[in-house]
């Protein structure tokens, strides 16, 4: 139900597209939004999805939405100051995902700045977070027990947890920053998912895409290269 419509001017928007959509949506028993329906030039920018979208110097960038990163670091503090007798690893457990699926998110586009900020954001809610617990340490006490260097990593949030098996191993809390930038390619204007002639291109793209998934994993990689993308008993592509 979001969507961008996009013109050669304001007055082309309001007076001839709009009146269209609407007439469009009211005939499906559907209305456009009074409150997140904007007409603005792409020089201002907008909120879409989570992205704020804007060119500057008639260049266009992408980048997470102001708002959306206050509520994502809203949500993470609410995690930190709702778990104050926790141990540092039940509390790494509960942010990782958070940190993870956020970062994906905004893999896409123009991210590396505010990744910063916001690992910086987390840093300070932690370090408040291990003071509290600790009122009567100094801070290097703080330090070397919750943000030990770990190989060439300084500062790392990490913590205890139990394996499946009853063994305890340490984990690290996610960075943000950590998660590379890899550009979106758009899909070809004139490709067709219905014609034949097409399916090596979208075979490609599905490939690609799977190769960059399963980095890092090296031998489930391997395996996937082995059998050339392909599911042995079913013969379909293997996708995420």
């Excluded at 939004?33 to 110097?57: A, C, M, W």
């Excluded at 503090?77 to 104050?84: A, E, M, P």
């Excluded at 190989?151 to 998660?179: D, N, P, Y």
């Excluded at 090296?218 to 395996?223: A, R, S, V």
Aim: proline share 4%.
């Amino acid at each position: 139900d979001d969507f961008i419509i996009t013109g050669i001017s304001r007055e082309f928007l309001e007076n001839e597209v709009k009146p269209v959509v609407e007439q469009f949506l009211a005939e499906r028993g559907l209305e456009l939004s009074p409150e997140k329906t904007v007409v603005t030039h792409i020089n201002d920018g907008f909120d879409f999805l989570g992205q704020n979208i804007r060119k500057y110097n008639g260049k266009l960038i992408i980048k997470p939405a102001a708002k959306n990163v206050k509520a994502f670091l809203t949500k993470v503090r609410g995690v930190i100051n709702s778990n104050k007798q926790a141990t540092a690893g039940h509390l790494i457990l509960q942010l990782n995902p958070l940190i993870r699926g956020w970062a994906n998110y905004h893999h896409h586009v123009c991210s590396s700045d505010t990744f910063s900020k916001v690992d910086n954001a987390i840093f300070v809610a932690l370090w408040h977070w291990a003071k509290r617990r600790h009122s009567n340490k100094s801070g290097g006490w703080v330090k070397q027990k919750y943000f030990p260097a770990i190989g060439r990593r300084q500062w790392v949030f990490s913590g205890q947890v139990t394996g499946t098996a009853g063994e305890q191993r340490r984990i690290c809390l996610l960075k943000a920053t950590r998660t590379p930038i890899k550009r979106h390619i758009k899909i070809k204007a004139e490709a067709n998912p219905y014609d034949p002639a097409w399916e090596p291109y979208f075979e490609k793209r599905l490939a690609d895409k799977m190769s960059d998934t399963l980095k890092g994993q090296n031998q489930i990689w391997q395996m996937w290269q082995r059998q050339n993308g392909i599911c042995p008993i079913c013969q379909q592509a293997i996708t995420e």
